[in-house]
């Protein structure tokens, strides 16, 4: 058997500890009840407000009205629990009288004021940076804490009598607008003085008003020549020292540039490297997620014997994340969090929406949870390291063996899970290796796991609308990911009952839709390049190409790494990468993998996951998570005038009726396919209906 290393082998080891222990209790001089004194995990619900009814008093189908609880959870984390021992620095955090560690989160629920009407299922959103993302999934308005009858909207999820719950689980998430946010303890040396290490902060300001920037952790140390302040205009541009006399830490926890008041470049990029002290611990974001839903699907009260609001009630749990939280998601199965303290599964299924094959990088010391990787922007953040995959594999760069299932696979608590990507993935964020293997393979499908491209989507939640490209060149991607989450959304329901979800939808080497990147060609290169010739882009006037896409690197972060600890910071380009590929496209330039939505099926322009940033931002470097469209001629002429080689509207389709039909047929064929709901599918026909396309 292959050696096991990095966070899996850890914990392994520590459960193994773990057993030897209990089977020799008195020897390890622990008594049972004392064990169960420190068992740890919710031990109070305090709900600070109660709106019953909300959303008006609006009626959901059989589920009938909703109310709204807000509060918070308290818990406790036994160090010595090995479901708890994987947290970097849990050892270093302060312990109350029962040997725990304590933490709050604040929790919010919407759900049948009736739970007899209700589904009996829970909706899990886990949050971005504080914030709930549900809203254009749910056909409900945006917002922290949606309220009134209009709030409510189209209510998907509520139709169906969905109990839904959210709880703070990230640090860094500000305060404020009905954020979710949660309390965790400051990690210090054993003999009570601060944990220092180095840091490192990303900074952009897209913006000529920006005087200062906070940090991410205070710093030891405000004299600048024991720190270093960078600038560059472009990503590919050699990074120029800021003289100590052109910035200052303004406090322990910002820095300025000199003289006071001088702003920032617009779009240029800064990185800070300096001693920062005081980490948190992170990681036990992870473990308040997975204490608080047991909770509510399993208890009946706390320990101070308040009842749980959900008493009874859950028979399944479904969680939902958008881009962090999916990140957060693919790391809270990896790391063994979806086994609750009872050994029980947390989660039953995961539809887990723009996360690649990339984790969070929460369980670390100084951790920025805030951080992602794009084109341009933090590709020196512990964010893209492996495992990518479900699949258990070995790494040739590292030795190491692991995969996303290895843990739960071993206790049986894997959740089902839909990994689905939209076209930027691919592009900056190495999408490909969650479903390849380290050599750049296709890989089976796990039993418990498929994948789905959205195939020209832009990394959005809703889109964004026509003609606005803001810090980008064109115009971005407006087309809506939504309908197919929710159908997706229905099958993962379905998939939990044992029917069969849709298959995978990706790109593949074995079906030559993948164009592999090619390797930045030196150590220091972090992007690497799609020849345009082998992706099969079209020459588009006005449209520039460059083609550079994310290369995953292997960073060096030092001899602490595997225990969460980041010695190099920035880390040091090994010259390793791992292949990767991106979709390839037909003859329009949009992607012939994948979920082929009608915008892409029925086309009236080019949608791209990829952009370039305008001039006045940094162009022509990557415009991060936003895509483009690019019309098509109305016309043969206008075509012919402008050089396009793609085929105008009027020789695509022979008038508005026929543009209509073939909305029609592709939204009808994907409804077939379990890939659009019925109520989806006439939203697209009657806005193509009310389209001006050949009229």
Known sequence: MQAMTGFYARAVRVVLGAALCAAVLAACGVSPEAKQKNAGGITRIEITSVESPTFG??????????????????????PDDPRNAIITDIR?????????????????????IDLAKGNHQLFVEVNNRGNKLFGAFNQSADGNNPTTADDAGAGFLMNQGYTMAWNGWDPSAPAGNDNLNISLPTVKNPDGSSITGPAYEYIVFDNATSLSYPLSYPAVSRETFKAKLTLRSRLNDVPVVVPDAGWEFASDTSIRLLPAGTPFRQSAIYELSYNAKDPVLAGAGFAATRDFVSFLRNDAVDRSNNRNPLAGDIKRVLAFAVSQPGRYLNDFVWLGFNEDLNRRRVFDGVVNWIAAGTGEALNFRFAQPARTERNRQNHLYPEGTFPFAYATLSDPLTGKTDGRNARCSQTNTCPKIMAINSSNEYWVKAGSLIHTDLHGNDLKDPDNVRFYLLSGVEHTVAGAPPNSPGVCQQPRNPTDPNPALRALFVAMDQWVDGIAPPDSRIPKVSDGTAVFISSPGNSTGLLGQVPQSSLGWPTIPGVLYTGLATSRHLFNFGPGFNK???????????????PSFVPKVDADGNEVAGIRL??????????????????????????????????????RAQRDAAADPRLSLAERYAGHAAYVNAVTAAANKLAADRLLLPADVQRYVTNAEASSVLK
């Open 57 to 78: 008093g609006r009626v959901f189908g059989a589920a009938g009205a909703y109310e709204k609880l807000r509060g918070k959870a308290f818990g406790e984390l036994n």
């Open 92 to 112: 270093l955090a302060p312990r109350n009288l029962r040997g725990n560690v304590e933490y709050s989160t604040d929790i919010y629920i919407l759900k049948p």
């Open 564 to 578: 969460g600890i980041l010695d190099i910071n920035p880390p040091l380009a090994t010259g390793s990468v791992y």
């Open 598 to 635: 009608p915008a892409v099926a029925a086309p009236v322009a080019t949608i791209t996951g990829w952009a370039h940033r305008a001039a006045a931002f940094g162009g022509p470097d990557g415009c991060e998570h936003f895509g483009q469209i690019i019309p098509f001629k109305a016309t």
